[in-house]
């Protein structure tokens, strides 16, 4: 048996049909396995998936004294968390879809487009979020629960 600990829950998913295309929010979404979410224009199975901690994405929001779009991140999974720096290396489960966290997001420019300086704002603590490889099929939902494997 699998032992894990709750971490939060799904808040919100997005995906994009083509790279730096406009992100388009859903209230669930296919996952495949060694794949991407479906409709969303993965980089690599490596890649298959990122997250963004909501907590995170409330400070930069405060930092820049701006209110936009988590999606504007580019992100595919808002997660109710105060950071998931902790999960970096780790297998999570988001509702019955595996996903084995990689490493930290790196912001690109391309943020600075949306806001000066949101780049550097994403930058410090994991900000920007993380990554992951979908080790299974099936469906994530907002309200999903996300537990880490201990």
Not at 22 to 41: I, K, N, S, W
Not at 96 to 113: I, L, Y
């Given at each position: 048996m699998i032992m894990t600990e709750h971490m939060g829950e799904v808040l919100a998913i997005a995906t994009r049909s083509v790279r730096r295309g406009p992100m388009f929010e859903t209230r669930q979404v296919e996952a495949y396995g060694d794949?991407?979410?479906?409709?969303d224009?993965?980089?690599?199975?490596?890649?298959?998936?990122?997250?963004?901690?909501?907590?995170?994405?409330?400070?930069?929001?405060?930092?820049?004294?701006?209110?936009?779009?988590?999606?504007?991140?580019?992100?595919?999974l808002l997660i109710r968390a105060d950071t998931l720096a902790p999960v970096i290396g780790k297998i999570i489960h988001i509702g019955m879809v595996s996903v084995h966290?990689?490493?930290?997001?790196?912001?690109?420019g391309e943020m600075d487009r949306y806001c000066p300086g949101l780049r550097e704002a994403l930058t410090a603590n994991c900000r920007a979020g993380v990554y992951g490889h979908i080790l299974n099929s099936g469906r994530i939902r907002v309200g999903d629960a996300v537990a880490v494997e201990s």
């Amino acid at each position: 048996m699998i032992m894990t600990e709750h971490m939060g829950e799904v808040l919100a998913i997005a995906t994009r049909s083509v790279r730096r295309g406009p992100m388009f929010e859903t209230r669930q979404v296919e996952a495949y396995g060694d794949g991407c979410l479906e409709g969303d224009h993965g980089s690599s199975s490596r890649r298959g998936l990122t997250l963004l901690a909501e907590q995170q994405w409330r400070q930069v929001m405060s930092q820049l004294g701006v209110d936009l779009p988590w999606h504007t991140r580019r992100a595919n999974l808002l997660i109710r968390a105060d950071t998931l720096a902790p999960v970096i290396g780790k297998i999570i489960h988001i509702g019955m879809v595996s996903v084995h966290v990689h490493a930290e997001t790196k912001p690109c420019g391309e943020m600075d487009r949306y806001c000066p300086g949101l780049r550097e704002a994403l930058t410090a603590n994991c900000r920007a979020g993380v990554y992951g490889h979908i080790l299974n099929s099936g469906r994530i939902r907002v309200g999903d629960a996300v537990a880490v494997e201990s």
